[in-house]
């Protein structure tokens, strides 16, 4: 344990709503990519198993990664709800055993979150690890059996020049967004260094910024409480780039997941040009699952991202937690300070529950029903079967991104609604404040009245 009072690194996508939009379609589009490239393994038997064996192993993974945020919401519950509070009453009784044994309890809470973030972590690079292998197993296969296919049609060479422009396409729109990033991490660092220079010519932030764990709140408390106009003005600059870098990248977002969906398109109609064509299996189908490999590929890379984020939080909520341990041995004199370093403690852990709870039901959306197709050989589909499904999953990934729209649209919406109907009850129960108030003064100045001519009648 620690006593180390560093900040939590602040990351701008931990706390913006874009970061949480892009994880939680990631489960369901993984099924539906998982779906189409089983589905067009239907004359690969041998790859056909290798897929299957890697979606199995997703589906437990998401359920593991919820069942690990559920563990992390509970035990932020436990330590605000529970031992924060005896271990403040046990430092105001001035019992500082009793304290240290809270202190170990916690401890040993935290030290097991640690250890399931190390695990789950570990278990998305052997994922996709694996994915990687199935990859690698479908390009050869592909190559094998690419020189059985002696010619194109007029139709497929149309095709395949359109997905050659869209694959161009594509890589300038990702090659924009790696810009993007990359000047979204250099604006965070202009920020940081910013608020760092105000600490150090200002006491009180910097003082607020040894307690306080994340950028954004501290840079919340300057803005309404500094008094240098060029400092004000500094801070609102680089917010407006950072959130203008933001607009940037959401906007990039969707075109290239717009460009992805058609390509995809471009794909599977080649696909389906050839797939009539004989007995031989056809390589593009191919390429059409190692495309999808590599998206599948792409989001675990991201997940498990997002685990390790989660993993630098909790190792410095630790700290942040035992930030006044050393102070238990002259408790008498350092009380205040000890309280006071578990007040920000606890702010700090309802601030982790709180982004705990607004990503699990990412993992969540996976019901058992998503990975259904697996009961099933596409191999043992009659030829209507086959297209049945694979036209149903193909609709659901080309309207995958537009459905999301409209149900961020509504969520939104009822975001507003919650918000406005708080405030009308806050201001109900203002108003009958204030009328309460205002009985009892009337009521007093009666009583008052009422003592003075009980005094004159005497």
């Not at 701008?12 to 994880?23: A, E, G, V």
């Amino acid at each position: 344990m620690s006593s180390d009072t560093a900040v939590v690194p602040y990351n701008h996508q931990m706390d913006s709503p874009d970061f949480i939009r892009d994880l939680l379609p990631a489960a369901e589009k993984t099924a539906l990519l998982y779906n189409i490239s089983y589905l067009c393994l239907a004359k690969f038997p041998s790859l056909e198993r290798i897929i299957r064996a890697n979606a199995v192993e997703a589906q437990m993974l998401f359920s593991s990664s919820e069942a690990l945020l559920l563990l992390c919401v509970s035990t932020s519950d436990n330590m605000v709800k529970t031992l924060f509070p005896m271990l403040k009453a046990a430092v105001e009784k001035d019992n500082p055993v009793v304290a240290f044994k809270f202190l170990l309890k916690a401890s040993q809470w935290i030290h097991d979150i640690i250890k399931e973030v190390e695990n789950i972590v570990d278990d998305y690079k052997k994922l996709n690890n694996g994915v990687a292998t199935a990859t690698s197993d479908v390009i050869s296969t592909k190559a094998k059996t690419e020189d059985k296919k002696k010619q194109l049609t007029n139709e497929e060479e149309i095709l395949h020049n359109s997905v050659k422009d869209y694959n161009q396409k594509l890589r300038g729109v990702q090659s924009d967004l790696d810009e993007v990033n990359t000047k979204i991490n250099d604006v965070d660092t202009e920020l940081r260094d910013l608020v760092e220079s105000i600490a150090s010519r200002n006491k009180m932030f910097r003082i607020a910024a040894s307690v306080v764990p994340f950028l954004g709140i501290i840079i919340d408390v300057m803005q309404r409480a500094i008094n240098d106009p060029v400092d004000s003005a500094a801070i609102e600059l680089t917010k407006n780039k950072i959130n203008q870098l933001q607009q940037d990248k959401t906007r990039l977002s969707k075109k290239e997941w717009e460009a992805q969906t058609e390509l995809m398109k471009l794909q599977m109609k080649m696909n389906k040009t050839t797939f009539d064509l004989g007995s031989v299996p056809d390589p593009v189908h191919l390429a059409e699952v190692q495309a999808c490999l590599t998206r599948i590929q792409k989001i675990l890379l991201q997940l498990k991202s997002f685990w390790e984020k989660i993993g630098v939080m909790v190792t410095n909520l630790q700290q942040k937690t035992f930030a006044g341990e050393d102070l238990i041995n002259v408790l008498s004199d350092f009380k205040e300070e000890f309280l006071d370093s578990l007040q920000a403690a606890e702010e700090a852990w309802n601030t982790f529950r709180g982004r705990c709870q607004n990503v699990m039901c990412m993992f969540s959306v996976q019901s058992k029903d998503a990975y259904k197709f697996l009961e099933t050989s596409p191999s043992s589909l009659t030829q209507e079967e086959w297209q049945e499904m694979y036209d149903a999953v193909t609709a659901k990934l080309y309207s995958f991104y537009h459905a999301l729209e409209a149900k961020q649209v509504i969520e939104d919406q009822q975001a507003i609604e919650a918000k406005q109907a708080i405030e009308a009850k806050q201001a109900i129960e203002a108003q009958q404040a204030i009328e309460a108030q205002q009985a009892i003064e009337a009521q007093q100045a009666i009583e008052a009245q009422q003592a003075i001519e009980a005094q004159a009648g005497h």
